[in-house]
């Protein structure tokens, strides 16, 4: 995690309620076939406070911070038996665009409005 944070220090946000940690979302800008994306390479919620919409708020924190530095389509990789997850991805409109080892990778167009 510090060598994330010394390469995107803005790509990490930890939620605590209190002091403790309850959720996490990990992110950066990446090149991708000549277009800047964003990534999303860690997101967790720990299980108490899953279903409470916490993870849509963090969704949605990122896709702003995508839209505020210009980048317009962003993706994820979660394994494939991660139906959770799975399910959360797809309402918050991510689509999978390929499988390999395990994993999906999805993505999501945002607006540019």
């Known amino acids: 995690m510090e060598d994330r944070i010394r390469h995107f220090p803005d790509g990490q946000l930890i939620v605590e309620d209190g002091h403790t ?20 390479n860690l997101f967790y919620i720990v299980p108490e406070y899953r279903n409470t919409g916490l993870g849509k708020q963090l969704i949605q924190y990122v896709e702003k911070f995508f839209i505020n530095s210009n980048v317009f389509e962003y993706h994820l ?37």
């Open 21 to 40: 940690p309850i959720g996490q979302i990990g992110f950066d800008i990446v090149e991708c076939k000549r277009k800047r994306i964003g990534y999303v």
């Open 77 to 113: 990789n979660v394994a494939t038996k991660n139906e959770r997850a799975l399910e959360v991805y797809k309402k918050n409109g991510m689509v999978k665009i390929k499988e390999e080892n395990n994993k999906f990778r999805m993505k999501k167009i945002l607006s540019h409005e």
